[in-house]
């Protein structure tokens, strides 16, 4: 089969790797289309020298498809269409081998491009977990790509009273109004801080999101943070080492945390719950899927994702 290997920092190659063997216990999957996030962006450009080479079908990990192979089910069969979870990121191949555990169920009639991001809103359920309650109170996110936006989103269900969206990108922000940002600040053109105060009647965030993985935008969080706030790190940082605002952050006596690992769920919960909120209707997420690329050309897909051009925010890679 064909599968994309990436090699060393901004170098990846398609090579031809042998088929997945089925083994029992898991499901056989041909992929029909995966979207990219910035986890893919950090594996291709921003990892330790000592990581590469990744392995085979490296970066790519979410994705839809059609199981080709499967134990005896109570819920799957060959030729459903499932999402399947890729913890590994070896899921850029024409087949992909998954546990059981990975593989979902796709609920209602949504074409499947649509379903795909309810990985992306999964992890971000999943992260919320780790939030203080938020009733009523103001959180900022920094970022407005797609997994910004899904917490624009699920912060407003949660019932903050504010939330108020960060980014470079006029283009991101007006997203981050459909997805449900009360308030949108482009600070390529202000003082983020000074606008977070005048927005907030004076007050900084009581809870802020990194969202986003940059540098300048980890040591933002620490200046939008209220004293006694909370911040949650979810965008994957784009350095190993880097100058961090760590005196501003000793005396703000803020609760820090970061989180991965949403495929280590018990049962998935929180991918099946976002499951259910696309296939319901909740939001229509087909205004954020602005590209949709071959699998031939899919280091264009990479390029662009890391560029952010073009107004790109989800791209897909069409497998097919």
Request: charged share 20%; glycine share 6%.
């Amino acid at each position: 089969m064909k599968a994309v290997q990436v090699l060393e920092a901004g170098k990846a190659e398609f090579l031809n790797v042998p088929k997945p063997e089925w083994q029992p216990g898991h499901a056989l999957i041909r992929p029909l289309k995966l979207s990219l996030c910035g986890s893919d962006i950090r594996m291709l450009y921003h990892a330790a020298p000592d990581e590469y080479p990744f392995a085979p079908g490296t970066t790519g990990h979410e994705m839809v498809g059609e199981i080709e192979q499967i134990d005896d089910h109570p819920f799957l069969r060959k030729g459903d269409h499932v999402l399947a979870l890729a913890p590994d990121h070896r899921a850029m191949a024409e087949y992909y081998l998954a546990p059981l555990e990975h593989v979902l169920p796709i609920p209602g009639r949504l074409p499947l491009d649509q379903m795909l991001q309810a990985q992306q809103l999964g992890t971000v359920i999943y992260a919320s977990q780790r939030l203080p309650n938020i009733g009523s109170k103001t959180v900022a996110v920094i970022g407005q790509g797609s997994a910004g936006l899904w917490f624009d989103f699920h912060l407003r269900r949660m019932g903050a009273r504010k939330v108020i969206a960060f980014d470079l990108e006029q283009f991101r922000l007006d997203h981050a109004r459909r997805f449900g940002a009360t308030d949108v600040v482009d600070n390529s053109s202000c003082d983020a801080q000074q606008a977070l105060l005048k927005i907030n009647d004076g007050e900084l965030a009581d809870v802020v999101i990194e969202a986003a993985g940059e540098i300048d935008s980890i040591n933002l969080a620490v200046h939008l943070v209220k004293k006694y706030g909370d911040v949650l790190y979810f965008g994957y940082p784009r350095g190993q080492y880097f100058s961090f605002a760590f005196e501003e952050f000793f005396h703000k006596c803020c609760k820090a945390t970061t989180i991965v690992g949403a495929t280590c769920e018990t049962n998935q919960t929180s991918t099946r719950i976002a499951l259910d909120v696309i296939a319901s209707g909740e939001i229509d997420v087909t205004p954020i899927l602005t590209h949709q690329i071959p699998f031939r050309e899919v280091f264009d897909a990479y390029e662009l994702h890391r560029t952010r051009e073009d107004q790109a925010v989800k791209i897909l890679v069409d497998m097919q």
